[in-house]
């Protein structure tokens, strides 16, 4: 897991962040797929060379105001297209749900 929080300012908005990833993963040619439902927007990425290959990991990532946090979830089976990726986006907004809970201010 890696969080990645601007402290110096903490209006920060990292929607285009967000946007950027998408933009970038689309143009290397790894499957994406966007989180919704969880802090400002999320994305779960399988990098290309992880296509169909089994035990592949999962990178996701979801921004929240200032912050950032990115997770990876190993698989059991092989992953060969973007609706096999959103399989695992319960997974993974419940896991990336749980780590910005316990960011947020008590």
Excluded: C, F, W
């Excluded at 297209?81 to 990336?96: K, M, P």
Aim: negative net charge; hydrophobic residues 45%.
């Amino acid at each position: 897991m890696k969080v990645d929080i601007n402290r110096a300012d903490p209006h920060a908005d990292r929607r285009e962040d967000l946007r950027r990833d998408a933009a970038v993963t689309q143009e290397a040619g790894h499957l994406h797929v966007p989180l919704m439902g969880i802090g400002d927007g999320g994305i779960a990425i399988l990098a290309r060379h992880l296509k169909g290959a089994d035990r592949a990991v999962i990178r996701a990532n979801v921004y929240s105001g200032n912050a950032m946090v990115s997770i990876l979830l190993p698989t059991e089976g092989a992953i060969t297209t973007e609706q096999d990726l959103a399989a695992y986006s319960v997974e993974l907004n419940a896991a990336l749900t749980e780590v910005l809970d316990d960011l947020r201010a008590q």
